[in-house]
């Protein structure tokens, strides 16, 4: 609605200088843009929903089953089925001081490490994978490393690449994938410890537990 009467002012307002007009086709664009990432938001929303069958179940009283979203503390057992499942080498390393964070960087976190061992164990099988965890002051650094054959088998990958951009992103992060050095592929993600305000851009305070 906001891009439409944006539109409909544009065109229909009697003599409205060019500054005004580029002012409600910049409302228009800045709402199609929103509409855009809220599509691409939900569609991140969704496949958590479907992915989420491995935790607990809660019983809810109206008879639905819930369960709850993963975070950092369930990395432990992803790594561990992941070892079970490939018959390789899966390693978790963690440094600095593991606090919990945001819940929603905490989500991301998860499903960046967990997509990204899915795609080494269909590119690379068998290959060895070191899952490391930075925790910074602001700040969680992901390193997955694998000793596969590297970037070339991941050319026509679909969708799970962008797919982790997509989530370091929607949290205010960031996410590099490519060959390792010394051989393999390697996925880095840097995630803020608070997810920025929707309004202001601004990281909230962190709190620690």
Do not use: W
Not at 33 to 44: K, Y
Not at 106 to 127: C, D, K, M, S, W
Not at 140 to 166: K, V
């Amino acid at each position: 609605m906001i891009a439409v009467q944006a539109e409909t002012g544009r065109l229909t307002t009697p003599g409205l200088p060019a500054a005004g007009a580029q002012r409600f086709a910049a409302i228009g664009d800045t709402a199609r843009a929103g509409l855009t990432e809220m599509r691409r938001l939900l569609g991140v929303l969704r496949e958590d929903a479907e992915q989420d069958t491995a935790a607990e179940p809660v019983l809810q009283p109206t008879g639905q089953v819930r369960r709850p979203q993963p975070g950092l503390p369930q990395l432990g057992g992803l790594v561990d089925d992941a070892r079970e499942a490939s018959g390789g080498v899966v390693r978790l390393i963690m440094s600095g001081q593991a606090d919990r964070l945001d819940p929603g960087v905490e989500l991301a976190a998860y499903r960046i490490v967990q997509e990204a061992l899915t795609n080494a164990r269909r590119h690379a099988p068998g290959a060895a994978v070191d899952v490391e965890l930075r925790y910074a002051d602001d700040a969680l650094r992901l390193r997955i490393r694998d000793n596969g054959p590297g970037q070339a088998a991941r050319y026509h990958a679909g969708h799970g690449l962008l797919g982790m951009r997509e989530r370091a992103a929607a949290v205010g992060g960031s996410l590099q994938t490519g060959d390792a050095r010394g051989g393999g592929f390697c996925v880095e993600a840097e995630l803020p410890a608070k997810v920025p305000d929707v309004m202001t851009g601004r990281r909230a305070e962190r709190t620690y537990q």
